[in-house]
């Protein structure tokens, strides 16, 4: 387990302790199998919290979030924070988020099985024949639409990774499958598998595509690519700090 430190509001501390502070924060999100996010709930729920989220969610991590010193708050402001749980977390309605006070441990217990969840959706395994049953069976309750008189096929789907999980879809055609239809398997997979926490990557192979074969696993230059992506986030990061001093 790693306790990063906490990626601070605006101008708290030295900037350059900060940026490093900040790379080994994202690069222990890029090393997890969970990352738990802490907001604290005095300070509400700000963009720096939605920006770490995405964060993690683009790393492909499983995630859980924590609302912590809910302790100190009046009954209003706990109204406040569930409201605002409810407006700038509809994205991510897969991720469970508690309400914990570290102080007193109150529900801090509760992260516990939350994490595990997260980890096992975020491994989770299926055999070929059973994920291509499940296709079949979102296909047949509503089926995709037709190109040009064509209508798209899929034909199998396989597990193409872990942590993420990755869902690898074949058939005809799967370019012009509307990102509509993309969301409505994607959520088929998460009910039948009850995958929480977890971020879901679902890909489209076409039959006739030369390139389908081609190896999922990241090349050299792909690792150096994602680097300097981290690098570059992380000067994001720090360099709003230095705009709303
Ligand atoms: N009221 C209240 N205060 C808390 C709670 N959790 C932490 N604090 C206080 O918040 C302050 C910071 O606590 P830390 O545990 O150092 O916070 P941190 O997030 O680990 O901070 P860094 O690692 O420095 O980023 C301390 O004064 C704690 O007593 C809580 O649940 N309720
Ligand atoms: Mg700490």
Sequence with gaps: MIDTAGVRRRGKIDEKVEKFSVIKTL?????????????????????????????????????????????GLTPDQRDYIKLEMDRRFNFIPYVKVHLISALHGTGVGN?????????????????????????????????????????????????????????????????????????????????????????????FKQNDNPYANKSDTPTKAKTQQLRQRERNRAKKFTTKDKKSR
């Design 111 to 203: 992260l516990y099985p939350s994490i595990l969840r997260a980890y096992k959706s975020s491994m989770f395994e299926v055999s070929t024949n059973r994920l291509t049953q499940i296709l079949q069976d979102a296909v047949t309750a509503n089926p995709p639409p037709t190109i040009a008189g064509r209508r798209i096929k899929l034909r199998y789907a396989h597990i193409g990774g872990h942590n993420p999980p990755v869902i690898v879809i074949h058939g005809n055609q799967t370019s012009a499958l509307p990102k509509s239809y993309q969301r409505y398997l994607e959520n088929q997979f998460r009910q039948v598998f009850k995958l929480e926490g977890t971020p879901l990557n679902v890909i």
């Design 27 to 71: 690069q222990a999100i890029e090393d997890s199998n969970v990352t738990v996010i802490v907001i604290d709930a005095h300070e509400g729920i700000v963009d720096q919290d939605l920006h770490m989220i995405g964060y993690a969610l683009d790393a492909g991590r499983a995630l859980v979030v924590a609302i912590n010193k809910w302790d």
